[in-house]
């Protein structure tokens, strides 16, 4: 399965630096920086064009972004939203990084937010299971969610997640 993974563009909490987990929050109006990116972008998705099925969080954000590259049929898979964060949503994330600094990068597994990390890590391992008959799949998700994936992917568990940066827009290709 080859999964074009796309985080979501950015919204007026990305460039505060404040976390959104599972907060409905829009997407910002779309310079001209990022339509020039969504073009690059496009670009490479052709390389693995065509794809099965196109999918997107249930948060706003995410459908926005794939009506941004075009896409108006996508099936929302709740299996794809960020990770709740509990009380730190709405809150810089350097609070929580200087709160959990080491759990955060090196056994972010045992805590708990708004949800346990070890409930998101299953949470992907089921999306895993649930698209593994499909060949090629893009998929607009979320920072977290894909740098989970990107942990999974390269070590079984989502403990490596935060050491990864994904920016909004990038676009992954994750092979399984």
Not at 52 to 63: E, P
Not at 138 to 143: E, L, R
């Given at each position: ?161 935060n050491k990864v940066v994904v920016k909004n827009n990038e676009l992954l290709i994750v092979n399984f």
């Open positions: 399965m080859e999964i074009a993974a796309i985080r979501h563009l950015p919204t007026e909490w990305n460039k505060k630096g404040v976390l959104q987990g599972s907060r409905n929050i829009p997407i910002s109006p779309i310079t001209n920086g990022f339509k020039h990116d969504i073009e690059v972008n496009k670009q490479k998705l052709i390389n693995i064009l065509p794809v099965d099925i196109v999918l997107t969080s249930s948060l706003i954000r995410t459908q926005q972004t794939a009506k941004s590259y075009g896409y108006e049929s996508f099936q929302v898979e709740p299996l794809l939203d960020e990770l709740n964060f509990g009380d730190y949503e709405g809150v810089p994330k350097s609070r929580l990084i200087n709160d959990y600094s080491d759990v955060w990068m090196n056994s972010p597994r045992e805590l708990t937010l708004g949800e346990s990390l070890l409930d998101f890590e299953k949470r992907i391992l089921s999306f895993i299971k649930e698209y593994k008959h499909y060949s090629k799949i893009i998929v607009f998700g979320h920072g977290s969610w894909m740098r989970g994936l990107i942990s999974i992917n390269q070590f079984g568990t989502i403990n490596e997640m």
